[in-house]
């Protein structure tokens, strides 16, 4: 069977979100949001998801760009392209952080046209789960990954609960180092979720990755001002350096005082990607460094208790040292 | 046309630059059919199974539309569910750029959209209307010369095989024309998006240096 051409579907290019909203309410579960279609034409293409009606949100002005805020944070249109977020003067002079992450998404064509809320949205990228089999995620009653021959290279340290896929995200633990707000219009009208709480692990829903419903768009995200201008870490390791996404990747805003050589940490927020189903919010790292000495030591003690509780899998054992020297690294380098 | 725009806040269809503003849609779209006519691997793409759209179903955008490629407005008939790659090659019989992976993972398919590099296969059609596409045969001069990159190319002996050519110049044009002076990392770094079997990227490279190195803008678009 070819699995080039995408299966028939109608199209639809609202010029409002009001109008995508009303569109996606309509088509109820035959519908599909469609941001930059990086994600969406994989699973098209593979006819594995075939939605009746698919909402364009291309072509939605009011959904792009970033616009700074009264509070001195910014507010950034989901439908900006992380290029767009890449080369902004505002993120790159106030939220680095967001901006070093974007940079390291996939390969440049596709942040010429992936979106950020696309890019924090996309599905789990387990490769059973992709290649259609009949997996919890997809609504069956097996995970293909975890088993003695299954290959789980890539997944999860922490928090597996039936499912043991990772987030895949570049930007999602950037966010939530940086305490994002996510707004949300969906037919019950608009809602804020904090960053901590948008991503969703097996546990709560585990055939979704956010807290975004069916008929659920999400619009903006907005950055408080709270974390401008911090002292900001971020690394992705993966196997390449384009278009792979990060075998674990490591998001740090930290805020320090005192003079050069004796700094103390007096505020931090730290996520890690690809460990876990969310990007995990590591608030041991947080607790154990605040307040202390900006030291190697400082810096050691935050990798080691970073992955205290890690349950790896048969083929991610690796994955163990590598957050530790990651966690390590921002603490000492941020 | 009148609903073709879907409510989107989009220019006026400029189909008046090859039919006259009276003509009919049935002219439109015998237009349509004549100049797609030549590219005869359409058939086959097409019918696959499920592929292509209910007749019956009247929702959603118009499907005949107009495109801005190479600078020549190109009147065609696109499914909802078309990529701008399977347009490009099996409409408009634009074949020099190529399909390999068809899932944004090796660059071949790369084109200009409004200058800026992008995967024609993971681009929908029906997203880049009114858009200025670019592909490899939209870069030769008013007299048929080689693009500057294209002739660098030639003169740093860059392909090998040649397949991942076509997107590895368009990436490398649209690199140029935001940043005529690059330094040979910023050059990878633009080109890290096209994969080469052959490894002959360090040629590539090569290329795209002589290329800016003449001090002039080097695209002419």
Not at chain 1, 58 to 76: C, T
Not at chain 1, 194 to 201: R, T, V, Y
Not at chain 1, 214 to 227: D, F, M, N, Q, S
Not at chain 2, 175 to 198: F, M, Y
Request: net charge positive; hydrophobic share 40%; aromatic share 6%.
């Amino acid at each position: 069977m070819s699995r080039d051409m995408m299966s028939a579907f109608e199209l639809y290019q609202p010029d409002s979100v009001q109008g995508a909203v009303d569109l996606l309410a309509k088509f109820g579960k035959d519908g599909w949001a469609l941001a930059g279609g990086n994600d969406s034409f994989d699973w098209f293409k593979d006819r594995i998801k075939r939605p009746k009606y698919v909402v364009d949100l291309g072509g939605i002005a009011s959904l792009k760009g970033v616009r700074e805020m009264p509070d001195g944070g910014v507010e950034i249109g989901a439908l900006t392209t992380l290029t767009d977020i890449e080369r902004n003067s505002v993120i790159q002079g106030k939220y680095k952080l967001l901006a070093d992450a974007a940079r390291r998404v996939a390969s440049p064509q596709i942040r010429n046209s992936g979106t950020i809320g696309g890019n924090v949205s996309q599905d789990a990228r387990c490769w059973y789960y992709r290649y259609g089999v009949n997996c919890y995620r997809a609504g069956g009653n097996t995970c293909f990954a975890d088993t003695p021959q299954g290959q789980n290279r890539e997944h999860c340290l922490f928090g597996a609960s039936r499912c043991v896929a990772v987030s895949p995200s570049d930007t999602a633990p950037a966010l939530v180092a940086l305490d994002a707000t996510m707004v949300v219009l969906g037919p019950k009208g608009q809602k804020e979720v904090k960053a901590d709480d948008f991503f969703i692990g097996p546990n709560i829903d585990i055939q979704r990755m956010t807290v975004l419903e069916k008929g659920e768009v999400l619009t903006a995200i907005r950055l408080p001002a709270e974390w401008a201008g911090a002292r900001f870490y971020f690394e992705k390791v993966a196997d390449r350096n384009t278009w792979d996404f990060p075998l674990v990747n490591i998001a740090a805003a930290i805020k320090v005082s005192g003079a050069a050589g004796s700094e103390k940490i007096d505020a931090i927020r730290i996520a890690a990607g690809a460990v876990q189903c969310v990007p995990r919010r590591l608030t041991v790292v947080e607790g154990v460094v605040t307040g202390q000495p900006k030291t190697e030591d400082t810096a050691k003690l935050a990798g080691q208790s970073a992955v205290r509780g890690a349950t790896p899998l048969n083929f991610n054992h690796f994955k163990i040292p590598l957050l530790q020297n990651l966690v390590t690294r921002a603490i000492r380098d941020a | 046309m009148a609903d073709n725009t879907n409510g989107r806040d989009l220019p006026e269809p400029q189909f008046d630059q090859f039919v006259s503003k009276a003509t009919s849609r049935r002219q439109f779209i015998k237009g349509v059919i004549a100049s797609g006519a030549a590219v005869s691997a359409s058939g086959y793409l097409f019918t696959l199974a499920g592929c292509s759209p209910n007749p019956k179903s009247a929702g959603g955008i118009e499907r005949l539309l107009t495109l801005n490629v190479n600078g020549q407005m190109r009147p065609v008939d696109v499914l909802p569910n078309e990529t701008l790659a399977m347009t490009l090659r099996y409409k408009l019989g634009l074949t020099g750029t190529k399909l390999g992976c068809d899932r944004g993972e090796c660059g071949a398919c790369t084109v200009t959209i409004d200058g800026v590099a992008s995967y024609s296969c993971s681009t929908l059609t029906h997203s880049v209307r009114g858009r200025k596409i670019t592909t490899i045969e939209g870069l030769e001069g008013a007299n048929g010369e080689l693009h500057k990159v294209q002739q660098a190319m030639i003169d740093e002996l860059g392909p090998q095989c040649g397949f991942c050519t076509p997107g590895q110049i368009m990436s490398a044009v649209a690199l140029l024309d935001a940043n005529p002076h690059p330094t040979r990392d910023e050059v990878r770094h633009a080109l890290s998006g096209n994969l080469c079997r052959c490894g002959a990227y360090d040629h590539y490279l090569n290329a795209v240096m002589r290329a800016a190195g003449n001090g002039e803008r080097v695209s002419q678009a």
